[in-house]
């Protein structure tokens, strides 16, 4: 069964360092989506990527947080100077255009920001 | 600002018996979603509803979206250890928006 990837599984950085998260989503998914989950906390949206353009965004992302369909399969997002504060599970979401809203989402990468 | 509250927000029941948890909100959302979390790991879809009134079965999970859109409700008869965890509702309001997540209900199921 097709699933949503992504990697590292877990990353711990330096306050102030930038940090690139990836995914791969489902192939033939069209929409693809972040979002965190800060420890204790509800998910949160971030921001949603359609035909290589960001459709929507969250307050929460900033001039800090860059996302990118560098290649046909990965989707990346970019923190350029991570804050303690964004130490979370990190989640990248993916669905198809079915005319309603169906998002798979990926097992999460942890970043630790100290 | 659209909000999803879940309740109860944890539940320790016998295994054999039957519960059901609601997820209400006071908007109006297109679809909702019932996501399981395992600690550490990422939300996996259980189910979407799409239609006011339209009920779905994944064996013994009974997911129900109400009249109007704005709730949702999860029953489980005979729940089992398995069933232990996390459970997520989500809202979209549109066909690929984003989701609104409530905080979710964490179930023990005790055998």
């Known amino acids: 069964e097709p699933e949503v990837t992504q990697t590292p599984s877990h990353q711990v950085t330096q306050m102030g360092q930038e940090v690139i998260l990836r995914c791969v989503p489902i192939?033939?998914?069209?929409?693809f989506y972040w979002y965190r989950q800060i420890l204790g906390q509800k998910v949160e949206f971030l921001v949603s990527?359609?035909?290589?353009?960001?459709?929507?965004k969250s307050e929460i992302f900033d001039d800090q947080f860059s996302v990118e369909r560098p290649d046909g399969s990965n989707f990346t997002l970019k923190i350029r100077s991570t804050k303690l504060e964004d130490s979370a599970m990190y989640f990248c979401?993916?669905?198809?255009?079915?005319?309603?809203?169906?998002?798979?989402f990926g097992p999460g990468t942890r970043l630790t920001v100290l | 600002t659209q909000l999803l509250e879940q309740s109860p927000q944890f539940l320790s029941i016998q295994e054999g018996e039957n519960l059901t948890v609601y997820c209400n909100s006071s908007?109006?959302?297109?679809?909702l979603q019932w996501y399981r979390q395992e600690p550490g790991e990422g939300p996996v879809l259980l189910v979407t509803?799409?239609?006011?009134?339209e009920v779905k079965k994944l064996k013994r999970l009974t997911f129900q979206f109400g009249d109007a859109r704005k709730d949702s409700s999860l029953h489980i008869t005979a729940a089992q250890p398995g069933d232990t965890g996390l459970y997520l509702c989500?809202?979209?309001?549109?066909?690929?928006?984003?989701?609104?997540f409530g905080k979710g209900i964490t179930l023990s199921v005790r055998p």
């Open positions: 979401a993916s669905s198809e255009d079915l005319g309603y809203n169906e998002q798979f």
């Open positions: 192939s033939n998914h069209l929409y």
């Open positions: 990527f359609y035909n290589n353009e960001i459709s929507e």
């Open positions: 908007s109006v959302f297109s679809s």
């Open positions: 509803v799409v239609t006011g009134g």
């Open positions: 989500a809202g979209g309001t549109g066909a690929n928006s984003k989701l609104t």
